[in-house]
């Protein structure tokens, strides 16, 4: 390990130094703190870690029982030490300092400052945070303090088992509803793994694939009655359906459906309408004239396609 030296450190042969000044770490991994320590002359009868209490009465995390079972001290060959905590959690934030007490009376000391540890958990961030259509997107995996040792970062969407991307940022550009679902990152160094709980992406879009349907079927007769239904995929859904007839200007109706009663000659022609969201609006293709026929109308037809070949009055017929 490279140790740094802290100024204060030492006095009278007296010292500790640590292999790092901060460490920041990922919740439920494992961290390793680092130091070497001096001292003039004698045997060491006693060494310690702890965060909490005074430097010359300290609770020995052996001890402490926010450490119970996760606290491992392993003692190195020239007087280094290390310290383990395993399960990090987030409470686990702190100063942690190393001290040693020898034989000699008066020769004890408490590395300060110690080794600054924060613990972090991961939040995945979406920017814009309302997403529409054709907009770039960026995802950030973020953590409370930048992580240490080389961290990798990789993308996730929940319903692809292979990683989206790798980097701390996962641009999307010219984003489609397509790309809608639930995203996560994994962050991980020489010290853990971690996993962020998923963000959704709600890709926002006008409507589109509208498509108009007219009920009843086939030939329709004067005097009866006509729907015709507007259809789309919109996110959101739709705010409203206005309905147009080809050779007139304003709007003729609204609404989802459009019904047409004692329907004559006059209502024949092209109609369409318009699908409309927050984000905007989409006309539907025309349908195709709807001709209206008088009552007792007979049809004579193709026997083979059922082409209709023209129309009379009397019994309906069929060509050969």
Do not use: H
Not at 17 to 33: D, R
Not at 69 to 83: A, C, P
Not at 216 to 236: F, K, W
Request: charge should be neutral; glycine fraction near 8%; aromatic fraction near 10%.
């Amino acid at each position: 390990n490279q140790y740094f030296i802290a100024p204060q450190l030492q006095y009278n042969g007296l010292g500790v130094t640590y292999s790092a000044q901060s460490i920041c770490g990922l919740k439920g991994s494992t961290v390793e703190m680092s130091c070497s320590y001096t001292f003039p002359s004698g045997t060491v009868k006693s060494t310690l870690w702890f965060s909490k209490g005074p430097d010359d009465n300290p609770v020995n995390l052996t001890v402490d029982p926010d450490y119970t079972g996760r606290v491992t001290y392993r003692n190195n060959k020239n007087n280094n030490n290390t310290l383990i905590i395993t399960d990090l959690r987030e409470t686990d934030s702190a100063e942690y300092k190393f001290r040693f007490i020898t034989v000699k009376p008066g020769n004890q000391w408490t590395g300060t400052p110690g080794v600054k540890l924060s613990v972090t958990d991961l939040q995945v961030d979406v920017t814009p945070a309302t997403v529409t259509e054709g907009q770039n997107v960026t995802l950030t995996c973020i953590t409370s303090c930048p992580l240490t040792d080389n961290p990798t970062y990789i993308w996730y969407k929940k319903t692809v088992t292979s990683p989206k991307a790798s980097g701390r940022r996962y641009s999307i550009s010219n984003i489609t509803s397509e790309d809608s679902g639930e995203y996560y990152c994994e962050a991980q160094n020489k010290y853990g793994r971690l996993t962020a709980s998923t963000v959704s992406v709600d890709v926002q879009y006008a409507p589109k694939n509208i498509f108009v349907s007219v009920s009843p079927s086939g030939e329709i007769m004067e005097g009866s009655s006509v729907t015709l239904t507007c259809s789309s995929d919109a996110n959101p859904p739709m705010d409203k359906y206005t309905w147009y007839k080809k050779t007139v200007t304003s709007p003729i109706a609204s609404g989802q459906s459009y019904l047409i009663t004692n329907i004559t000659s006059e209502d024949s022609g092209e109609y369409y309408c318009v699908a409309t969201n927050v984000i905007g609006n989409r006309s539907s293709d025309l349908i195709s004239n709807f001709p209206c026929f008088p009552p007792g109308a007979t049809f004579l037809r193709n026997k083979r396609t059922g082409t209709l070949l023209g129309v009379g009055r009397g019994t309906d017929g069929q060509s050969t």
